[in-house]
């Protein structure tokens, strides 16, 4: 498998933590993880990086608040280097009106986010299984 970057927008750090030890369990170093803990630094990396990541994992909610996903996708839409890139919007919210407007900004998945460990596991894979395979999400 090619390098794959997976670029996570969370301003949790212990949520990033667990996604980094997932990520090394599962793949070693074949997935590159970054983690941007604000919109800023999200955008930052988006505009400044040489390696586009594979997938972009969004948190609903960052800061500073009240940043929510709707604006930074919003946001990437007006980014002519960011088309196509595909984001997953993840949340404490359940599937609702949030995510119908998540996925009409252009994300490809919302997701709730999980607390079980199997589950951090298996959604990683399907991160990155799901792209590699160029399946749509």
Not at 21 to 34: G, I, P, S
């Amino acid at each position: 498998m090619a390098p794959f970057y997976l670029l996570v927008a969370d301003d949790h750090i212990d949520i990033g933590k667990l996604l980094q030890l997932t990520v090394r369990m599962v793949y070693k170093d074949q997935v590159h993880l970054r983690i941007a803990l604000t919109v800023p630094d999200l955008k930052d990396y988006l505009v400044s990086t040489k390696y586009r990541p594979d997938v972009l994992l969004l948190d609903y909610h960052l800061q500073p608040l009240p940043e929510k996903a709707p604006n930074v996708l919003r946001w990437m839409q007006s980014q002519d280097h960011l088309q196509g890139l595909p984001v997953v919007v993840w949340s404490s919210l359940p599937d609702g009106p949030e995510a119908d407007q998540c996925r009409q900004l252009g994300a490809q998945r919302y997701v709730t986010k999980m607390d079980a460990m199997s589950d951090m596991v298996q959604f990683v894979k399907s991160l990155v299984e799901d792209r590699v395979s160029n399946e749509s999400f």
